[in-house]
């Protein structure tokens, strides 16, 4: 399998986390769960295999996902087909980065996975078109890097605000931080829930809520012997049994249940080990 990412330069770094290209991915299991992880993402499909999202419950199949499709700010986690000889591009944007290429409010991407068809017309599909006939995964990341550039709208006085706001959650996802921040912006309460949801697809609360999760699982990956009451404490939660709880939301299963399912990567989990 070949599995090769990158951040991109400046100006698209400001709003984009990264570029991802692999091949030859052959999961032994044919559904994923995927955890939320506070992002809006672009995938390309370089390989021309339909993919489906499921039914949480019933695992049943419901959106298909060809060419290309925006998966905008998740809830919670999504259920998604793992394919044999996967071949895609896919484009993670920061929380706050999709709106000057999307322009359109995010909130209606939210728990959605839409054609980006839709949003950026036939131009998408001829990039696709272009990116078949790239040798290198970095010319790849060029040919996208180039494309998203023209594309790129100038930010207004609100999306400087959410900007402010998201890196302040993302380093401080504590439980006083959005009154202090709504304070500091100047707006009401419910403008800045508005703006909020508008350029990222969440509310302030809701956003905040995803990165003390991802906070979480993150801490999960660094440490052998976890200290599950340090975690709560340390990523933001009023103690372990609100840890626990909102795990369960957004994973559908508890911390030590998490431990022995986990994939190989962060935010995934695979849920058939047979086909």
């Not at 998203?148 to 006085?157: E, N, P, S």
């Amino acid at each position: 399998m070949i599995f090769h990412t990158s951040q991109p330069q400046s100006p698209l770094n400001q709003f984009i986390d990264s570029f991802t290209y692999y091949s030859g991915y052959n999961p032994e299991h044919s559904i994923e769960k995927l955890l939320p992880d506070a992002s809006i993402n672009l995938v390309i499909e370089l390989d021309a295999i339909p993919r489906y999202t499921f039914d949480n419950a019933t695992l049943t199949p419901q959106t298909k996902c060809i060419n290309a499709w925006i998966s905008g700010m998740q809830t919670s986690f999504i259920c998604y087909s793992a394919e044999k000889h996967s071949r895609m591009i896919v484009i993670r944007f920061k929380a706050n980065g999709s709106y000057p290429f999307l322009q359109l409010p995010l909130l209606e991407l939210t728990d959605t996975i839409i054609d980006a068809e839709f949003i950026f017309g036939k131009e998408i599909l001829e990039l696709r078109e272009r990116l078949l006939y790239q040798r290198t995964p970095d010319t790849m990341f060029a040919l996208v890097g180039q494309w998203l550039l023209q594309h790129l709208h100038q930010a207004t006085l609100a999306e400087t605000v959410v900007d402010y706001s998201i890196a302040t959650l993302n380093s401080f996802p504590s439980l006083t931080t959005i009154n202090k921040l709504t304070e500091k912006t100047g707006y009401s309460q419910k403008h800045f829930i508005q703006i909020f949801k508008k350029f990222v697809g969440l509310t302030p609360k809701k956003y905040q809520r995803v990165v003390r999760f991802n906070k979480a699982l993150q801490e999960i990956e660094k440490f052998k012997n976890i200290d599950w009451m340090s975690i709560s404490y340390d990523c933001g939660f009023y103690d372990q049994a609100h840890f626990i709880n909102e795990f369960k939301i957004f994973a559908d299963m508890n911390p030590s249940d998490y431990l022995q399912n986990r994939g190989k990567y962060p935010n995934y989990i695979p849920i058939f080990s047979e086909r």
